[in-house]
């Protein structure tokens, strides 16, 4: 079975700072999905960023990034300009034939 | 945001009794998730479903059954529930052929087993 594994349980930022999260994963397949989840206290899961196992470029969304590296199997977010809001609990998720979540990685944002 | 509820938002039972979860769309959506969110083990799937009527296990469907008689309703139910499934409950929701696309959660429901 696949598993994901992130090895940070507690991380913290200065705000304006950068800030890197770390994801490793583990499969047999060659065709699937990695995805960045947030969870605020408010509990609402919120998509972050996703990227295609096929794709080579590092997908980005305004201040996240990932750096996908397949071959290492390792999918890691950097935050850039750090903010207040965004602290919350930070998922790293795998989608291939079924759906495994990270244990997760509680992000505080120091002002 | 994609229309997800769930109901309750918060339970509280006791040992041995039955408990039923609702979790309702309104995107049409094909694929229905359930999982329990619990501390250092992330989000784990219980069950999913890919139509109406279309069940089938994730990883800890022990002690849990659904049924999805509409598109936009997925029940979870605790035949009889222990104190290990206290837990978050979570929904989802998905649309995209070979499941490969993400999926949107609604808001989670607590549950305590006392």
């Known amino acids: 079975a696949q598993t994901v594994t992130q090895s940070q349980p507690e991380m913290s930022v200065q705000e304006a700072e950068t800030v890197t999260l770390s994801c490793t994963y583990d499969t047999s397949e060659s065709d699937y999905y990695l995805f960045w989840y947030k969870q605020p206290p408010s509990r609402q899961m919120i998509l972050v960023i996703r990227q295609e196992a096929y794709k080579q470029q590092n997908a980005t969304e305004n201040r996240f990034s990932v750096n996908f590296q397949k071959a290492a199997k390792s999918f890691s977010l950097k935050i850039s300009d750090s903010q207040l809001g965004d602290a919350a609990m930070y998922f790293c998720a795998y989608r291939g034939n079924d759906m495994r979540f990270g244990a997760g990685t509680r992000l505080t944002v120091k002002p | 945001d994609a229309g997800i509820t769930q109901s309750p938002r918060h339970k509280v039972t006791e040992t041995g009794t039955p408990v039923t979860l609702r979790c309702h769309q309104t995107?049409?959506?094909?694929?229905m998730y359930w999982y329990r969110q619990d501390p250092g083990h992330g989000l784990r799937l219980i069950h999913y479903s890919y139509g109406v009527k279309d069940t089938d296990k994730g990883e800890v469907s022990d002690g849990y059954s659904v049924s999805r008689s509409k598109t936009e309703d997925f029940l979870l139910t605790l035949e009889s529930a222990t104190s290990s499934q206290t837990s978050v409950y979570f929904c989802?929701?998905?649309?995209?052929?070979?499941?490969?696309?993400?999926?949107?959660f609604g808001p989670g429901t607590r549950l305590t087993v006392t």
């Open positions: 995107e049409n959506h094909r694929y």
């Open positions: 989802a929701i998905s649309d995209r052929a070979g499941d490969r696309y993400e999926q949107y």
